[in-house]
Nanobody
Framework: QVHLVESGGGLVQAGGSLRLSCAAS????????MGWYRQISGEQREVVAL??????NYADSVKGRATISRDGAENTVHLQMNSLKIEDTGIYYC?????????WGQGTQVTVSS
């Protein structure tokens, strides 16, 4: 089992920045991928950014504005988002894939105001 705890969400003005963090605990060896998804009201959950040993991937909507990083020693994944837009508002979820099993955090609310 992998337990995920997210932090860093909140209210930010459009154009601002925030940094989300997700700490993994439990069985953290052999983690294949870590990432962030978001769910915007009324829409399906969508991937924001992923990080694997092979590299990183970003949704087109955040490319150039988001940076995902992983601290392997701490089993923590971070998502730095800059130039935030109102449409970035949503619940952000941390995701981990380990041995073919997906684990999810509880979600953290990000609200971008005008």
């Amino acid at each position: 089992q992998v337990h995920l705890v997210e932090s860093g969400g909140g209210l930010v003005q459009a154009g601002g920045s925030l940094r989300l963090s997700c700490a993994a605990s439990g069985s953290t060896s052999l983690i294949y991928a870590m990432g962030w998804y978001r769910q915007i009201s009324g829409e399906q959950r969508e991937v924001v950014a992923l990080i694997r040993t092979s590299g990183t991937n970003y949704a087109d909507s955040v490319k150039g504005r988001a940076t995902i990083s992983r601290d392997g020693a701490e089993n923590t994944v971070h998502l730095q988002m800059n130039s935030l837009k109102i449409e970035d508002t949503g619940i952000y979820y941390c995701n981990v894939i380990r041995l073919g099993v997906e684990y999810w955090g509880q979600g953290t609310q990000v609200t971008v105001s005008s």
